[in-house]
């Protein structure tokens, strides 16, 4: 209670000064408005998420890797290849090309899908470890079991068909799927938000968790294990608690 208190003091006080948060202005999205994703797209959404991420890859460099990067490499090791082809869908500017490596304690077979053009020139213009490829979750442009480790890069929860890009994370993996920081609430239905990220509006799924995980059993995956991921509070407007968690599944 006093931190949620805390949090919307914290919010109001920022709000007042003109400051915009990385996530700001959560809301639920109402029957008949958009199910907008296109704020990914906008170069400078795709600027603001790489300097924010700069400055967390400058922690892992320095080795205090912030805890999802932690345990997106833990759930790489959890699956036992030594030199796996990863795929990571939602990429973003391409952090995590480097970050597992470093984690991983070697170079790594990577290649980063996002669908937002900015994103992907971001990542080709910093880092050379992978290659990255435009492309929607939805409809990834890759063959059928091209990657041993299909990595969804937090990227689950901003995906309104959310059941076709487990389908096309499965489909693309010849083994295992990792739905990285995805979040959760146990009471609830799935409930789709909206968002100012980076200060572009766009919507964000919070998965009733047994809803998430009855989807990944029907797109034939079983639930090898689970991380806790990053703290994750929007109990102020769905009231109850959220959290998130790292699924690392494998292809039945
Ligand atoms: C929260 S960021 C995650 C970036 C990075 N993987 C991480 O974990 O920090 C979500 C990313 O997913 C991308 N994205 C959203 N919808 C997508 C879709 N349908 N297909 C591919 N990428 C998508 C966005 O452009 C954005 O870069």
């Not at 146990?186 to 809803?211: D, P, S």
């Not at 034939?220 to 294990?225: C, E, H, K, Q």
Request: proline residues 4%.
């Amino acid at each position: 209670m006093l931190q949620r208190a805390r949090a919307w003091f914290y919010r109001l006080r920022m709000k007042a000064r003109g400051i915009q948060q990385v996530s700001d202005d959560y809301r639920l999205l109402k029957a008949g408005q958009p199910l907008t994703a296109e704020g990914w797209k906008v170069p400078s959404a795709a600027a603001w998420q790489h300097r924010e991420f700069e400055r967390l890859l400058g922690d892992v460099r320095s080795g205090n890797p912030r805890i999802d990067f932690q345990i997106a490499a833990e759930a790489i090791k959890a699956t036992g290849h030594d030199n796996p082809r990863i795929i990571e869908v939602g990429c973003g500017s391409g952090y995590y090309s480097e970050a597992l490596s470093l984690l991983l304690g070697r170079r790594i077979r990577y290649v980063g899908i996002d669908f937002s053009p900015a994103m992907v020139s971001l990542a080709r213009a910093k880092f050379d470890e992978g290659e990255f490829l435009a492309g929607d979750a939805c409809h990834l442009p890759l063959r059928n079991e091209c990657c041993d480790i299909l990595l969804n890069g937090t990227s689950i929860m901003h995906i309104a068909n959310y059941r076709a890009a487990i389908a096309e994370s499965v489909r693309t993996s010849r083994e295992w799927c990792i739905f990285h920081t995805v979040p959760l609430v146990a009471r609830r239905e799935t409930t789709i938000m909206h968002k100012l990220a980076y200060g572009q509006r766009v919507v964000e799924v919070v998965f009733n968790q047994t809803e998430f995980e009855s989807m990944l059993s029907e797109s034939g995956l079983v639930i090898n294990r689970t991380f806790q991921s990053i703290p994750y509070d929007v109990s102020e407007i769905l009231n109850e608690p959220s959290w998130t968690v790292t699924y690392l599944c494998r292809k039945r």
